[in-house]
């Protein structure tokens, strides 16, 4: 069982910049791809990022460029790098970890998820 906790969410400008962390829990996260999805207000969850076990990363179409995932400098942790935020940005965002494949409809597991306010 892995257990996946996100902090770093809060309040930020737009334009600006917040980094969002995952810590895993409970095993090691090297064989397994993790990401971050999000799901703002009236909206459902969509997939944000991801980097595979094997460091190949993938992102949506409307964070590319701004957004970056990265694994931890620790073996078990995961960053979202936002740069340039906009209002729509604004959602919870939930860190996954899965094992079959890089897709957040596949993930074995889920973080409670961070609250990111995009202010203008």
């Known amino acids: 069982q892995v257990r996946l906790v996100e902090s770093g969410g809060g309040l930020v400008q737009a334009g600006g910049s917040l980094t969002l962390s995952c810590a895993a829990s409970g095993r090691s996260t090297s064989s397994l791809a993790m990401g971050w999805s999000r799901q703002a207000p009236g909206k459902e969850r969509e997939y944000v990022a991801v980097v595979s076990w094997s460091g190949n990363k993938f992102y949506s179409d409307s964070v590319k460029g701004r957004f970056t995932v990265s694994r931890g400098s620790a073996e078990n942790t995961v960053t979202l790098q936002m740069d340039s935020v906009q209002p729509e940005d604004t959602a919870v965002y939930y860190c996954?970890?899965?094992?079959?494949?890089?897709?957040?409809?596949?993930?074995?597991?889920w973080g409670q998820g961070t609250q990111v306010t995009v202010t203008l």
């Open positions: 996954y970890a899965g094992a079959r494949d890089t897709s957040p409809r596949n993930a074995d597991y």
